[in-house]
């Protein structure tokens, strides 16, 4: 696999190779590292690892960013929201890595948004001075002018300022990072469950294939323990004490773009407790988003009746001709964070690495700051390890894929395994544009035919 990836036509990397990486894996082979969990977090750090020349092994549940990671609100931002917390270090620096993003990759778009002024939201000159606080932590320093509204909102929408932040898809920006892992030479595998791991100065991992049943036991000198919401039941399996990790779930719901005539993002203020939220325009539909609350289980489920009831409402006062029939689909996904207190709007949204012998547990990375999270837990495991830290750009994105790719370029160069694989995460239909679902799941059907898909989800 890795050998062929140096080359610079596009790296075969189908459920076949998957099959066949498989069954290669010798029973107690020996990795550098073991990654667990094909998040962004998990994902960025084989990426950075794989720079240093390191044997890495990442393993993931289910597919590629099946996790949180394609449930966020897919904004690469500054967070404003951060900054009228005070927390204007982790502005600065998730500004940095959005003006990187922008800069240095293909699969991350600025957005131009809108925040808009009412009775609930910060007053006029605060939002004012925080958004002049943005644009200088961007190094474009500007005073936003307030446009007042002309009958483009309802009317309790007095006006808005302009700003603007990035956006990608989430899964794409994991799935590129897990290929460019391998075109490194790591060995990355999806539906592969870790089931045990025994903590020593080597560690023993246990894992199952999920599509054949076969079970597998390799070793690592150092596991990076990246799976997220489920990161403290990792711990747990190792038999080591958890790390308290605070879990706070969001919700998001879809409905068709024609409820909406603007290109703009809109920020606003929820008028039932003063939360911002987000619309979001991407291709033929609007993401309205997204609720905040600690929850005791990270298991992936839909949104309550009560959080969609709370979306609705909260984005009526600005589109008022959305109501629960207007929903094409709607996702769910779990922050993983490590703080105090049970507002989880005030838990600290910095990534913390926590290290217990040689098992490092990473939590709170975000898709913006990726980069920063990874290479710092890269650095921690190349000094363990005693290799070279990973370069300053790393880690690099260098795999791309070609404009306008047909299904068949997903089923032979990004390794879904199953059908919903690509509506949901490789071509992800299933949230951008609904109604095309049908039309791909036909053309899937050639690649079920010849068993490089299969047709329904692995539960
Ligand atoms: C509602 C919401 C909106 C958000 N919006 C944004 C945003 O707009 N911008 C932004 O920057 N951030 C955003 N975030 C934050 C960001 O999405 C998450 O912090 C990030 O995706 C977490 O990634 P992760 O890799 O740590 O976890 P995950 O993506 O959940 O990955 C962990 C992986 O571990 C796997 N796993 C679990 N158990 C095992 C096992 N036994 N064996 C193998 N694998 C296992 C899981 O299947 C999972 O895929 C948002 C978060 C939420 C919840």
Known sequence: MGAAGRTNSPLEYSSETRKTTLSALKQGQQFDAIVIGGGITGSGTANALSATGAKILLLERGDFASGTSSASSKLIHGGLRYLQQGRIFLTRDLIREREYLLRNT??????????????????RTAVRFGLFLYSLLAGRPHIPKFIRNRGEYPAGIRGYFEFYDAVTDDSTLVVHNILSAVMKGSVCLNYCEVTGISAGSITEVRFTDRVSGNAFSVSGKVVVNCAGPWA????????????????????????????????????????????????????????????????????????????????????????????????????????????????????????????????????????????????????????????????????????????????????????????????????????????????????????????????????
């Open 232 to 459: 403290d039941s990792m711990l747990e399996i190792a038999g080591k004490p958890s790390n308290g990790a605070r879990l706070s779930g969001g919700s998001h719901i879809v409905v068709d773009i024609s409820h909406y005539k603007g290109m703009q993002a809109l920020a606003f203020f929820s008028h039932i407790d003063g939360r911002q939220m987000f619309i979001i325009p991407r291709e033929s539909v609007l993401i309205i988003g997204t609720t905040d609350s600690i929850v005791h289980s990270a298991e992936m489920r839909k949104p309550t009746p009560e959080e969609i009831d709370y979306i609705l409402e909260s984005a009526r006062r600005i589109i008022p001709s959305i109501n629960r029939d207007s929903i094409l689909t709607s996702f769910y996904g779990v922050r993983p964070l490590l703080g105090m207190g049970n507002d989880p709007g005030k838990i600290t949204r910095n990534f913390s690495i926590l290290q217990e012998g040689n098992i490092l547990s990473v939590y709170g990375v975000k898709l913006t700051d990726f980069r920063t999270a990874s290479k710092k837990v890269a650095g921690r495991v190349a000094r363990i390890l005693g290799k070279k830290a990973p370069g300053n750009d790393e880690p690099v994105i260098n795999y791309r894929r070609p404009a306008d790719p047909k299904i068949g370029y997903y089923v032979k160069h990004e390794c879904p395994v199953t059908i919903e694989d690509i509506t949901r995460r490789r071509f992800p239909v299933d949230i951008y544009s609904p109604s095309s679902r049908e039309n791909v799941i036909a053309q899937c059907k050639e690649f079920v035919q010849n068993g490089l898909l299969l047709p329904e989800p692995i539960e």
């Open 106 to 123: 293909n699969i991350v778009r600025r957005i131009d948004f809108r925040i808009l002024i009412d009775d609930y939201s910060a007053s």
